[in-house]
């Protein structure tokens, strides 16, 4: 009998596992949990978008497509991102289809990373930035944010964590797991750094149109940025599309031709029939996508109102759909929070420390979900935390 485990790669062994599935998993097992812990839309897709997909079937286009993903849908998505960036990308150049946006991002990585590369991690980050960067051969370098800065990057944080080693820098505006929302003076700031040192970014993107105060600003906006950066975006949040894992990244032509090259040998091609619905959701998807938005700012406003109501300091996420309360006062470490949460009155929440040393003492609240379930898991957890603020 082989030992399998000696065969496996190091950087393989090496890796944790996702600290949101743990608590997923956990929660799925046990019966009457409210779950505020998966980042998805409850939307349903919108009936026009998957009628597109099942006419697609219908019609037999089952079918590879071009590597890049089909033209169509390419020129779809650059007349969408010249719209809401004001910047110009090639169907044919400097666009690729992927399957979902975290594909997008390992390509982005492992097309420009050479083995020992650092790239830096802004915390707190979605938990697959680091494992992405290790798993491309480069170095995860993080810099902290804090919350009484409400988890704005300082650009002198930033210069602080840049070596002769550093190749690039992840960005996510709005944030998972914060909600922050980088607005286009934070990004100016952050600009001046990166060309300062010339460096690229990798523009997490996937959470634009979920924005609820504020313009939206993306990073290829700023001036000079659109050839330092690789814009990562896709269909699951905005769209409620998450199950048909559809992405796209955008980037100059020497980027997206090695990205595509990676892409030929790994996957081929998105889903054809993904694909079809993505054409739809973009060209019609427009107020859809409003009243989604427009329900997630309600939720978020009761949401944060009743954490701060049960002294849980929230600040006001700027998008995506996650709260990321305080959860200091109680003397729990956020994992202890989570737990004793999740087992006392079944509401399952993502501890903070998932998401990078400084998110410890915080949770995160998916307020994706139902305003009858969000109010009843609020009656919950006011209910745990008088209990611990008191002692027992």
């Given amino acids: 009998m082989i030992e399998p485990t000696h065969y496996l790669s190091s950087t393989v062994k090496g890796l944790k596992p996702s600290g949101i599935r743990k608590f997923f998993d956990l929660a799925a097992s046990m019966?009457?949990?409210?779950?505020?812990g998966v980042g998805e839309p409850d939307f349903v897709t919108p009936?026009?978008?998957?009628?597109?997909?099942?006419?697609?079937?219908?019609?037999?286009?089952?079918?590879?497509?071009?590597?890049?993903?089909?033209?169509?849908?390419?020129?779809?998505?650059?007349?969408?991102?010249?719209?809401?960036?004001?910047?110009?990308?090639?169907?044919?150049?400097e666009l690729l289809v992927t399957v979902g946006a975290s594909q997008a991002l390992d390509l982005a990585l492992r097309a420009i990373v050479n083995p020992g590369d650092e790239v830096i991690v802004i915390e707190p980050s979605f938990v697959s930035y680091s494992s992405l960067i290790s798993l491309a051969g480069g170095v995860p370098v993080s810099v902290q944010t804090s919350g009484e800065m409400e988890f704005k990057l300082q650009p002198s944080d930033l210069e602080k964590a840049i070596t002769d080693k550093t190749k690039a820098v992840i960005l996510c505006s709005p944030n998972n797991p914060t909600g922050t929302l980088l607005n286009k003076e934070d990004l100016e700031k952050i600009a001046a750094i990166i060309e300062k040192y010339d460096l690229l970014v990798i523009s997490d993107e996937i959470y634009a149109e979920l924005t609820y105060d504020d313009v939206y600003t993306s990073f290829v906006s700023?001036?000079?940025?659109?050839?330092?950066?690789?814009?990562?975006?896709?269909?699951?949040?905005?769209?409620?599309?998450?199950?048909?894992?559809?992405?796209?990244?955008?980037?100059?032509?020497?980027?997206?031709?090695?990205?595509?090259?990676?892409?030929q040998y790994t996957m081929m091609c998105a889903p054809s029939m993904a694909q079809y619905a993505a054409i739809e959701a973009i060209k019609n998807g427009k107020e859809d996508v409003l009243h989604m938005k427009k329900s997630y700012r309600q939720r978020r406003n009761l949401f944060v109102n009743a954490l701060t109501e049960m002294g849980l300091t929230c600040h006001v996420p700027g998008g995506?759909?996650?709260?990321?309360?305080?959860i200091k006062e109680t003397n729990l470490s956020s994992e202890e929070f989570a737990e004793k949460l999740l087992m006392e009155e079944r509401v399952a929440v993502v501890p903070g420390s998932v998401f990078g040393?400084?998110?410890?003492?915080?949770?995160?609240?998916?307020?994706?979900?139902?305003?009858?379930?969000?109010?009843?898991?609020?009656?919950?957890?006011?209910?745990?935390?008088?209990?611990?603020?008191?002692?027992?």
């Fill in 47 to 93: 009936w026009n978008v998957r009628e597109a997909s099942i006419l697609s079937l219908e019609q037999g286009y089952t079918s590879y497509t071009a590597n890049a993903g089909l033209l169509e849908l390419r020129k779809e998505i650059s007349y969408y991102l010249q719209e809401k960036t004001n910047v110009s990308y090639s169907p044919s150049e």
């Fill in 320 to 326: 995506a759909f996650y709260a990321f309360p305080s």
């Fill in 222 to 263: 700023i001036d000079g940025m659109v050839e330092r950066t690789i814009l990562v975006s896709g269909f699951s949040k905005g769209f409620a599309m998450t199950g048909w894992r559809l992405g796209y990244v955008a980037a100059q032509p020497e980027f997206l031709s090695a990205m595509l090259k990676i892409h």
């Fill in 31 to 36: 019966e009457g949990v409210i779950s505020l």
């Fill in 357 to 392: 040393e400084s998110g410890e003492g915080y949770i995160r609240c998916s307020y994706a979900s139902s305003l009858e379930q969000l109010q009843e898991s609020l009656r919950r957890m006011q209910r745990f935390v008088q209990k611990q603020k008191a002692g027992v």
